[in-house]
T-cell receptor, first 111, second 115 residues
Framework: GQQVMQIPQYQHVQEGEDFTTYCNSS?????IQWYKQRPGGHPVFLIQ?????EVKKQKRLTFQFGEAKKNSSLHITATQTTDVGTYFC???????????FGTGTRLKVLA | DGGITQSPKYLFRKEGQNVTLSCEQN?????MYWYRQDPGQGLRLIYY???????QKGDIAEGYSVSREKKESFPLTVTSAQKNPTAFYLC??????????????FGQGTRLTVV
C-alpha cells in the first residue's frame, strides 16, 4: 500500500541554524499538506501544495513539492525556539478519500 | 468559539473493558475522522465519516467502532478486541467529504491508557 516516509526522524539544531525535513511517497501524489504538532498538542495545518514543482513560503518556512509529485520538503531558515515540535506531511493520491500521514520529524531547537 | 472538542483528555481503563471517546464539533463540517498516534509514528486513520449516518473503515479499524448519528458528533469506541489500545487518539473534521483538499482541524486529543 501507499507509504509516506519522512526523514530525519529527529533533528536537534542550535537556535539560528536552518532545518529541513523531507517527505517521500511510494506513489505519485495529487497534493500534499504539512502540519505542525507542538509537544503535548495536536496537529495544526500549515500549508497545502498541489502543483508539480510548487514552492510556497510562509515567513521563515519554505515548502516545496517535487516535479514528480512524489516528494516534498519543508525548510526553516534561522530556527527559533518557537519552531520546536513535530512536523508531519500528509499525502493524498487522486481518487482516494484519505491522506496518509508521514512518520513525522521531531525538531528540537537549542537556545 | 468554534472548534472541535475531545473528552476526556486522559482516560484510564482496565484491560477487557470497552471505552468510548467523545468528539464534538461546532464548525458545521461534514467530514469527521479518527486517528491513532503512537510514539515515533505518524497518524493512522481508524475511521472516517463523510456524512451523517455513514462512515468508512480506515487503515486500522479492527477493534474499533464508531457512530455518526448527528453531524456534530463522532464518538469512537475502543473495544476489548483491540489488542494494543494504549495510544493518543485524535479526532479531526473538515468542511468537505474529501479530507484534505481542505485543511483538517484537530481536537486536543485523548490519551488512553489501558492497564
Amino acid at each position: 500500500g501507499q507509504q509516506v516516509m519522512q526523514i530525519p526522524q529527529y533533528q536537534h539544531v542550535q537556535e539560528g541554524e536552518d532545518f529541513t525535513t523531507y517527505c517521500n511517497s511510494s506513489t505519485t501524489l495529487s497534493n500534499i499538506q504539512w502540519y505542525k504538532q507542538r509537544p503535548g498538542g495536536h496537529p495544526v495545518f500549515l500549508i497545502q501544495l498541489v502543483k508539480s514543482g510548487e514552492v510556497k513560503k510562509q515567513k521563515r518556512l519554505t515548502f516545496q513539492f517535487g516535479e514528480a509529485k512524489k516528494n516534498s520538503s519543508l525548510h526553516i531558515t534561522a530556527t527559533q525556539t518557537t519552531d520546536v515540535g513535530t512536523y508531519f506531511c500528509a499525502g493524498k493520491t487522486s481518487g482516494t478519500y484519505k491522506y496518509i500521514f508521514g512518520t513525522g520529524t521531531r525538531l528540537k531547537v537549542l537556545a | 468559539d468554534g472548534g472541535i472538542t475531545q473528552s476526556p483528555k486522559y482516560l484510564f481503563r482496565k484491560e477487557g473493558q470497552n471505552v468510548t471517546l467523545s468528539c464534538e464539533q461546532n464548525l458545521n463540517h461534514d467530514a469527521m475522522y479518527w486517528y491513532r498516534q503512537d510514539p515515533g509514528q505518524g497518524l493512522r486513520l481508524i475511521y472516517y465519516s463523510q456524512i451523517v449516518n455513514d462512515f468508512q473503515k480506515g487503515d486500522i479499524a479492527e477493534g474499533y467502532s464508531v457512530s455518526r448519528e448527528k453531524k456534530e458528533s463522532f464518538p469512537l469506541t475502543v473495544t476489548s478486541a483491540q489488542k494494543n489500545p494504549t495510544a493518543f487518539y485524535l479526532c479531526a473534521s473538515s468542511p468537505t467529504g474529501t479530507l484534505l483538499d481542505t485543511e483538517a482541524f484537530f481536537g486536543q486529543g485523548t490519551r488512553l491508557t489501558v492497564v
